[in-house]
């Protein structure tokens, strides 16, 4: 990725731009180096989780600066719709923001504001923090909004019914749809790539692309990932690094400790 016009442009913003679907990578080990190397693999985004793992803001902090200078445009998924957290990981440097679990159009306004200064929002101001190179950025707090892009993820059958409220609500630039939850609230927990699901977050695409909003996924199997791509999604989370890695390591294990058993020797 070229360097930035400005220091306010975004990065996955940009990489929208590009009109084609955007492969990305969800990272969820919590491992700064381990992220500095996938971030150099060719995936477009790296979404870098603070849900399901014990991401601290400090990790965050760390794993931006090894993604730093690489193809790949950073997301930090945020442990809540929390406007405490919201300003300490924008603080940080933080310019593209996923929330889970947003259900209403009032939980994504709120969301919304707590990423906009005032009188727009209710972002604490601060003065020398690593969002704005510690008070070397020129124009910072007035043109911190514009470098800034939220994503909101569907999770839920109720959320689903509020989508277009959800999507049409003023600085909501992404949805994104998790299908674990999802498929919970389906009725069908831990089937994620059940057809029922899939054609349920195919049908939810279309209804947010209508409303205006870019629209993602994160994809459980192969297979479904070439279908959301193909199918209009604008970014997919083809994998994980926890997977790759654990994936390779249970292959590598069976292979070489079948040959020390002697298993299927003649």
Same mark, same amino acid.
């Given at each position: 990725?070229?360097?930035?016009?400005?220091?306010?442009?975004?990065?996955?913003?940009?990489?929208? !731009?590009?009109?084609?679907?955007?492969?990305?990578?969800?990272? +969820?080990?919590?491992? #700064?180096?381990?992220?500095?190397?996938?971030?150099?693999?060719?995936?477009?985004?790296?979404?870098?989780?603070?849900?399901?793992?014990?991401?601290?803001?400090?990790?965050?902090?760390?794993?931006?600066?090894? $993604?730093?200078? #690489?193809?790949?445009?950073?997301?930090?998924?945020?442990?809540?719709?929390?406007?405490?957290? +919201?300003?300490?990981?924008?603080? !940080?440097?933080?310019?593209?923001? $996923?929330?889970?679990?947003?259900? #209403?159009?009032?939980?994504?306004?709120?969301?919304?504001?707590? $990423?906009?200064?005032?009188?727009?929002?209710?972002?604490?101001?601060?003065? +020398?923090?690593?969002?704005?190179?510690?008070?070397?950025?020129?124009?910072?707090?007035?043109?911190?909004?514009?470098?800034?892009?939220?994503?909101?993820?569907?999770?839920?059958?109720?959320?689903?019914?509020?989508?277009?409220?959800?999507?049409?609500?003023?600085?909501?630039?992404?949805?994104?749809?998790?299908?674990?939850?999802? !498929?919970?609230?389906?009725?069908?927990?831990?089937?994620?790539?059940?057809?029922?699901?899939?054609?349920?977050?195919?049908?939810? $695409?279309?209804?947010?692309?209508?409303?205006?909003?870019?629209?993602?996924?994160?994809?459980?199997?192969?297979?479904?990932?070439?279908?959301?791509?193909?199918?209009?999604?604008?970014?997919?989370?083809?994998? #994980?690094? +926890?997977?790759?890695?654990?994936?390779?390591?249970?292959?590598?294990?069976?292979?070489?400790?079948?040959?020390?058993?002697?298993?299927?020797?003649?």
């Amino acid at each position: 990725m070229s360097a930035p016009a400005s220091p306010f442009e975004n990065p996955f913003r940009r990489a929208l !731009a590009a009109g084609r679907p955007l492969v990305g990578l969800w990272s +969820m080990l919590n491992a #700064s180096t381990a992220l500095e190397g996938v971030a150099f693999s060719g995936f477009d985004w790296i979404l870098i989780d603070g849900e399901h793992t014990p991401l601290t803001v400090q990790d965050a902090i760390a794993h931006l600066r090894a $993604m730093h200078g #690489s193809p790949s445009a950073p997301i930090v998924r945020l442990p809540w719709n929390d406007a405490v957290l +919201m300003k300490q990981y924008l603080d !940080a440097g933080v310019a593209t923001v $996923m929330l889970p679990y947003v259900q #209403s159009a009032a939980e994504a306004a709120a969301a919304v504001s707590s $990423m906009r200064y005032p009188p727009r929002g209710t972002r604490g101001v601060a003065g +020398m923090t690593r969002a704005s190179r510690y008070g070397r950025t020129a124009g910072y707090n007035q043109n911190a909004d514009s470098g800034l892009f939220l994503i909101v993820q569907i999770e839920t059958l109720a959320a689903l019914e509020r989508l277009e409220e959800i999507a049409a609500v003023d600085g909501v630039d992404a949805v994104f749809f998790g299908p674990a939850d999802l !498929a919970a609230s389906m009725g069908l927990l831990g089937q994620p790539d059940h057809p029922d699901v899939v054609r349920t977050i195919e049908d939810g $695409m279309r209804r947010a692309r209508a409303a205006g909003v870019k629209v993602g996924a994160l994809s459980p199997s192969p297979a479904t990932s070439e279908r959301y791509l193909r199918a209009g999604f604008d970014f997919v989370s083809v994998g #994980s690094d +926890m997977a790759l890695l654990f994936r390779a390591a249970d292959e590598l294990a069976a292979r070489f400790g079948a040959v020390a058993r002697g298993d299927g020797a003649g």
